[in-house]
């Protein structure tokens, strides 16, 4: 067993005893950038956190709740602007670059893709959320039509989650109710019925299901994880994270078995909506590979499945991995800069993210 493996199993042990975790990242080291690959690849933390939290900056299953970062100080990184705002126009890579860099470092020329996302993605200016609950602690999601989002804070105790709704994507939403899950919550369906639980040890998924929106989620259901569970079961090994396409086609996790954990990010594909989630393919690209504690963590993906959003933790970014055909290997990457969690709305037109800042607002910002 690597020991990246057993510092991953490790961590379940310290997140069980602790309830959720408190998974939020370290400072921002770079600002946005952009860069691709010219050929292709074959083929929220590593113990079980949160899929709205980044890995920490220590080792794999040492966790903290929450997107953004602080310095030593406590205050915004240097690298934000006023009001914790990321620099405006900022661009590159850190100055020493990363630990593993990739050939895609030094791609400058843009495919020819067609996608919703646009290969030359980035974030415009951000304004708030108008959500009446504060800070996030985690944010976890919105659907694709921005209707329902769902994020966390952390409580006296324990991470509490919440869920609101709103009648058009330029209204403020309703009064945000609490979610009542025995787990972790990672995802939301794109019609905004369904929020995907992770057991806690990261042993499998199941989902908190209402009928309606404003309605609350009174039924527990695993109907559509019944084949990762099993295989959870069997093998032995642990899930971390998950978040779904705006198609309800994809499905995005981190697979950890305690072997060869290089590659844990995996895509799960389905044909209807109707069918559960096979098993997924594991992305066996240089941009998505694990090093250690340094363990990319997907956040989202778009609705025609051509782009994922992660965050990688090397680089200090939020970016998009763009590929021609949900068949194929992701062959572009662009840096969106010093942002935990980037989900984009179903047209790809706007980006909602929580700043450098913990803990932040939940923004949004026009992509450009």
Known sequence: MTRFALAVLAGFGVIASCGDSDDRPPPPTASGGRGGITGSFGGKHAAAGEVGAEPSGGAAGESSDGDGGNDATGGAPADAGAGGEPA?????????????????DDATDPPSIEALCDVTLAL???????????????????TPDELTIVWSQLGSSSVQY???DRPSA???FDL??????????VGLSPDGLRIVVLARDGSGYS????????APFDSVVVD???MLNEAAEEGGFRYVGGAISGDDRVFVYQVFTGEDDRYPVHLSRRDSVDE???????????????????VKRPTAVSADGLTLFFYDPDRGVARAAFRTDVDEPYEWFVNLGPFGTVVPNGECTRLYHTTAVYPSPIHVAAAE
């Open 88 to 104: 405006a126009g900022a661009g590159g890579e850190p100055e020493t670059g990363p630990r593993f860099p990739c050939p895609s």
């Open 124 to 142: 415009g200016e951000s304004d708030v959320v108008p959500v009446q609950a504060g800070y996030a602690e985690s944010f976890v999601g919105i």
């Open 162 to 164: 919440f869920v609101a």
């Open 170 to 172: 330029d209204e403020s």
């Open 176 to 185: 945000p109710t609490t979610i009542q899950a025995d787990g972790i919550v």
């Open 207 to 214: 989902e908190l299901v209402r009928t309606e929106r404003g």
């Open 224 to 226: 559509a994880f019944e």
């Open 276 to 294: 559960p989630w096979p098993l997924g393919e594991p992305q066996e690209i240089c941009e998505l590979e694990a090093h250690e504690d340094l």
